[in-house]
């Protein structure tokens, strides 16, 4: 079973900093994605990787296959950012392995 | 969006009685999913569905049966309710972008 870690657990930042999020995972995977989960409960897809990079507005997403390793970038963070951010890989047939979540909380 | 519905949105019952959730979507997906979360635990997955009347089981399935009847609608339901199983269930669905229900909120007391 893949370990799927991320890193920091939390992280409070001022808004317009540079954020980045990690995720490392353990076994081979077929593909890796990036979620965010507001106050209140809604999960959202941001992206999914399997090789490269991808960015959406302010938001990048980088995958290694090599190394299995992830990381999510926010560029000039806002308060509205401010939600957990979660990875999670396939494995095997379209079976999803979760981090844990990282809670980031940017202030004005 | 996808239109993927999850009923009830909260719940309340005792140790013992029955529960079923149920998750509606609109899109035709073939796979769906029902996940809990819990702190300290994350996602994790109970049931998936990839194709009606095809389920397997997940990491977190004891306690928990499927039923898949209609493309459209994935039934979770707890046989016998426990304290155990107070959580948030969400129900999601795709193979490549994935779409989460707003979740339900289950309290067993």
């Known amino acids: 079973k893949n370990e799927v870690e991320q890193s920091p657990q939390n992280l409070t930042a001022q808004e317009g900093e540079f954020i980045t999020i990690n995720c490392s995972y353990s076994v081979g995977i077929s593909a890796l994605h990036w979620l965010q989960q507001h106050p209140g409960g809604g999960i959202v897809s941001l992206f999914m990787?399997?090789?490269g990079k991808k960015k959406h507005g302010r938001l990048i997403a980088t995958i290694n296959i090599q190394e299995k390793h992830s990381s999510l970038h926010i560029t000039a963070s806002h308060p509205r950012d401010s939600a957990v951010y979660i990875c999670?890989?396939?494995?095997?047939?379209?079976?999803?392995?979760f981090g844990q979540g990282t809670r980031l909380t940017i202030n004005p | 969006d996808a239109g993927i519905t999850q009923s009830p949105r909260h719940k309340v019952t005792e140790t013992g009685t029955p529960v079923t959730l149920r998750c509606h979507q609109t899109?035709?997906?073939?796979?769906m999913y029902w996940y809990r979360q819990d702190p300290g635990h994350g996602l994790r997955l109970i049931h998936y569905?990839?194709?009606?009347?095809?389920?397997d089981k997940g990491e977190v399935s004891d306690g928990y049966s499927v039923s898949r009847s209609k493309t459209e609608d994935f039934l979770l339901t707890l046989e016998s309710a426990t304290s155990s199983q107070t959580s948030v269930y969400f129900c999601?669905?795709?193979?490549?972008?994935?779409?989460f229900g707003e979740g339900s909120r289950l309290t067993v007391l």
């Open positions: 999601a669905l795709g193979a490549g972008e994935l779409f």
């Open positions: 990787l399997s090789s």
């Open positions: 899109e035709n997906h073939r796979y």
């Open positions: 569905s990839y194709g009606v009347k095809d389920t």
């Open positions: 999670a890989v396939v494995e095997g047939a379209q079976k999803l392995v």
